[in-house]
């Protein structure tokens, strides 16, 4: 059996793998990609806790996670088309029209 | 023995294509790169015994998410489009504060997660078990996660529709 941390390990470099990408990149979508891999990570960050407790609740968290992943990739995307229609860019830097 | 050379490969292969996602300029190839991690993911699932979440996993993540994406990115026709870099100052924080996250992270697992050993016994977490649990104690967030989507849904038709009406007139 592999330990927990060895995962644990892995879903943190997952992470700051993540963080890197939405701290350096400007393409909105290459940032959002970058969120869903941190999302990742802390799926697997659940798992592992919820072997090594023998618990489900992690398992549900880890559905429930799935399914607003989901809803947010729908509505964050849809947002990316119309600003798109507006700008004519996904960068998001240019995404500044609630700018005051 | 086996099962470590299993982690270790896959694992490598999680880390990679996610490096991948972050450093290359085209985002086709971020996203395939992603399904990929996601796939990869998937087999670190069933290692944890969750195999009903590792089919949930490619099925809605690499299935349906990042199908959406790579949608998105080719109906926008991004491929083509050059990516002006983020400022020097910009980067370097990016990439140490990041490096800092990850190794405050290592130290503190290390430190207090390292756990000496696993629970005896089975872990029975078949999608029997997850349905039973699902729909005993948490059958109200399950019905708010299902409204939810509905609202998605609903906002996700508004925000895109309008753009295109507002075009067309």
Same mark, same amino acid.
């Given at each position: 059996?592999?330990?927990? +941390?060895?995962?644990?390990?892995?879903?943190?470099?997952?992470?700051?793998?993540?963080?890197?990408?939405?701290?350096?990149?400007?393409?909105?979508?290459?940032?959002?990609?970058?969120?869903?891999?941190?999302?990742?990570?802390?799926?697997?960050?659940?798992?592992?806790?919820?072997?090594?407790?023998?618990?489900?609740?992690?398992?549900?968290?880890?559905?429930?996670?799935?399914?607003?992943?989901?809803?947010?990739?729908?509505?964050?995307?849809?947002?990316?088309?119309?600003?798109?229609?507006?700008?004519?860019?996904?960068?998001?830097?240019?995404?500044?029209?609630? +700018?005051? | 023995?086996?099962?470590?050379?299993?982690?270790?490969?896959?694992?490598?292969?999680? *880390?990679?294509?996610?490096?991948? *996602?972050?450093?290359?300029?085209?985002?086709?190839?971020?996203?395939?790169?992603?399904?990929?991690?996601?796939?990869?993911?998937?087999?670190?699932? *069933?290692?944890?015994?969750?195999?009903?979440?590792?089919?949930?996993?490619?099925?809605?993540?690499?299935?349906?998410?990042?199908?959406?994406?790579?949608?998105?990115?080719?109906?926008?026709?991004?491929?083509?489009?050059?990516?002006?870099?983020?400022?020097?100052?910009?980067?370097?924080?990016?990439?140490?504060?990041?490096?800092?996250?990850?190794?405050?992270?290592?130290?503190?697992?290390?430190?207090?997660?390292?756990?000496?050993?696993?629970?005896?016994?089975?872990?029975?977490?078949?999608?029997?078990?997850?349905?039973?649990?699902?729909?005993?104690?948490?059958?109200?967030?399950?019905?708010? *996660?299902?409204?939810?989507?509905?609202?998605?849904?609903?906002?996700?038709?508004?925000?895109?529709?309008?753009?295109?009406?507002?075009?067309?007139?």
């Amino acid at each position: 059996m592999i330990p927990t +941390h060895y995962f644990l390990i892995l879903s943190a470099i997952l992470f700051s793998i993540g963080v890197c990408g939405v701290l350096t990149r400007k393409n909105g979508i290459t940032i959002f990609m970058s969120i869903e891999l941190m999302v990742n990570a802390v799926n697997l960050t659940f798992l592992a806790y919820a072997r090594q407790f023998h618990q489900l609740h992690g398992l549900i968290f880890v559905f429930f996670v799935m399914a607003i992943a989901a809803a947010e990739a729908a509505v964050g995307l849809a947002i990316f088309i119309s600003l798109f229609h507006h700008r004519e860019t996904i960068d998001v830097d240019e995404a500044n029209l609630m +700018h005051w | 023995m086996f099962e470590f050379a299993i982690f270790f490969f896959f694992a490598a292969i999680a *880390v990679i294509f996610a490096l991948v *996602v972050v450093l290359h300029h085209n985002p086709v190839v971020g996203a395939l790169a992603l399904v990929a991690s996601f796939f990869a993911l998937a087999v670190m699932y *069933v290692l944890l015994e969750a195999p009903f979440l590792a089919a949930l996993q490619v099925i809605v993540y690499a299935g349906a998410i990042m199908v959406l994406f790579l949608f998105v990115i080719m109906l926008l026709n991004l491929q083509h489009r050059r990516e002006e870099p983020t400022r020097p100052v910009q980067q370097f924080l990016g990439y140490t504060s990041s490096a800092a996250f990850l190794i405050g992270l290592v130290y503190y697992i290390v430190k207090y997660a390292a756990f000496e050993a696993l629970p005896n016994g089975p872990f029975n977490s078949d999608a029997r078990a997850i349905g039973i649990e699902l729909f005993q104690s948490y059958i109200f967030p399950f019905e708010m *996660v299902s409204i939810l989507l509905l609202a998605a849904i609903v906002g996700a038709l508004l925000l895109s529709a309008r753009s295109v009406g507002a075009r067309a007139q």
